[in-house]
């Protein structure tokens, strides 16, 4: 799904995969795996067949574009956002050169390093995804506005690199952000199709980033697993609307040029080729949400729930007739329903690509914490983003039964060759 052009063999030479170390190793855990499950004679013929499944499952990371922006939605997101706590540009310089190399082994399903070479140290490689396919792992990384200058500091010389559009949000009209969730200097957003592996992939980024940057806030989330829904079909979000009809076309280089990719002109030059993503974790009052009628709940989307339709029309993808009246004289589709406002004269666009979450227990009202990680990915945040959420914050009728709860803006630096690193157009 990524415009990427480099070739999954290329990128496969000489190194070792989490296949390989398990197929090799004589010592440590592993090793004692295999031999409890006692398939070492099976192996060889489970190996030709998981390679080919294996490659199907790999998203390449380098290339023109970062991958998971443009990429399907896998079933996971693990969604990090990072403070800088070193005060020279070297180091930085040298996150990002590690980051990029683990997270091109990472995607391919390889370990960081070695699984245990040392026995007198602790292993490279955290270890839970040891055997696991590369599970369509995506990386993506992005920088914040408090990158370049906060507390009125120039922290690493870059002020004059700072996009014009990198700036923290407006306040919104009902935003109800804490400080837990909101912000941050860096990004990295891992996405899967196995939570476990988004996981071992945060972590072990995070383990390298030690000395360097600390975890601000962290958040996971899910869609309905592509195990559950053979038939592919736009997922449910958690008040069981159907969610991701209206979309640009991910496989149009011309909208994700118009919409998405930062384009030569735009701004800074570092930026060309990356996108800016808007994040907002936004609560879902699930409890209030199912006491309300069904009619109700269609005319808060101006969709029907069962189908995905505009009101008024039959099938998901008809489209809708915002002259039509109901008997009573009233819009069919109500002109503070979410689609209808978000939509607006049609010219303001956004690529979004977010996941359900689902955090246990809101301690302060005893309600289930859950509800939407939005992401989304524009081109000029000013004329995206910003524009559609002011209306949405002035008269969504979804406002009832919402809150926003966190919020960051970050620019997701472009793609990068293998060789070079995430990053280098900025600190160049
Ligand atoms: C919990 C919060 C939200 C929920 C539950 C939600 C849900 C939905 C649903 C069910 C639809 C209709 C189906 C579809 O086309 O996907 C929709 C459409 C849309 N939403 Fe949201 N949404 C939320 C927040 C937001 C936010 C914060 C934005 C951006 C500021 C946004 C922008 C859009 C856009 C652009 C569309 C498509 C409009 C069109 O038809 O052209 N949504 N949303």
Same mark, same amino acid.
């Given at each position: 799904?990524?415009?990427?052009p ?12 989490r ?12 090793g ?8 070492g ?5 489970t ?12 998203v ?35 996150l990002f050169?590690?980051w ?12 960081v ?5 040392n ?10 995804a ?18 370049f ?8 010389g ?10 923290? !949000? ?8 804490? +400080? @837990? #969730?909101?912000?941050?200097? $860096?990004?990295? %957003?891992a ?18 980033a ?26 449910r979000?958690?008040?069981?609307f ?34 800016y !993503? ?8 699930? +409890? @209030? #949400?199912d006491?309300?009628? $069904?009619?109700? %709940? ?11 339709a505009?009101l008024?029309?039959?099938n ?6 915002f ?9 069919h ?12 004269d ?83």
């Amino acid at each position: 799904m990524t415009n990427n052009p480099n070739s999954i063999e290329a990128q496969k030479a000489n190194k070792i995969s989490r296949r390989d170390v398990l197929k090799t190793a004589g010592v440590g855990g592993v090793g004692i795996l295999l031999g409890a499950s006692g398939f070492g004679g099976l192996m060889s013929i489970t190996e030709s067949k998981a390679t080919s499944k294996t490659e199907k499952e790999i998203v390449p990371f380098y290339g023109k574009h970062q991958s998971g922006i443009t990429t399907k939605a896998q079933n996971h997101i693990y969604f990090v956002s990072l403070d800088v706590t070193t005060s020279k540009k070297e180091d930085l310089i040298k996150l990002f050169k590690d980051w990029t190399k683990a997270s091109g082994l990472m995607t391919e399903g390889k370990t960081v390093g070695e699984l245990s070479s040392n026995e007198f140290l602790p292993p490279k490689d955290t270890g839970e995804a040891a055997g696991l396919s590369p599970s369509n792992l995506t990386i993506t990384f992005g920088v914040g506005p408090s990158l370049f200058v906060k507390n009125n500091q120039d922290r690493f010389g870059l002020k004059q690199k700072q996009p014009k559009e990198l700036v923290d !949000l407006p306040k919104f009209p009902l935003d109800a952000l804490e +400080e @837990v #969730w909101t912000g941050g200097d $860096l990004c990295i %957003q891992a996405c899967a199709d196995d939570l476990q592996v988004a996981f071992h992939a945060i972590r072990n980024l995070i383990r390298i980033a030690r000395g360097k940057a600390i975890l601000r806030w962290a958040q996971t989330g899910f869609q309905r697993s592509k195990q559950a829904d053979s038939k592919n079909e736009t997922p449910r979000n958690l008040f069981g609307f159907k969610d991701g009809t209206i979309n640009p076309d991910v496989n149009s280089e011309k909208e994700m040029n118009e919409i998405v990719w930062v384009q030569p002109g735009d701004g800074p030059n570092w930026l060309v080729n990356g996108s800016y !993503l808007v994040v907002r974790r936004i609560q879902m009052f699930i +409890e @209030v #949400w199912d006491r309300t009628l $069904l009619k109700e %709940q269609e005319n808060t989307f101006g969709r029907q729930r069962e189908s995905g339709a505009p009101l008024g029309q039959k099938n998901e993808f008809d489209k809708p007739d915002f002259n039509h009246k109901d008997e009573n004289g009233q819009d069919h589709i109500p002109a503070d329903s979410h689609f209808r406002l978000s939509r607006g004269d049609g010219t303001q666009k956004i690529l979004r690509r977010g996941f359900s979450y689902s955090d246990g227990m809101d301690v302060k009202t005893g309600a289930l914490d859950a509800g939407l990680l939005f992401v989304g990915f524009q081109r000029t945040p000013s004329k995206q983003f910003i524009p559609i959420q002011t209306r949405l914050a002035n008269m969504d009728k979804l406002n009832e039964y919402i809150s926003h709860r966190g919020s960051a803006i970050f620019a997701c630096l472009p793609g990068t060759k293998q060789g070079g690193f995430i990053g280098e157009t900025l600190f160049n």
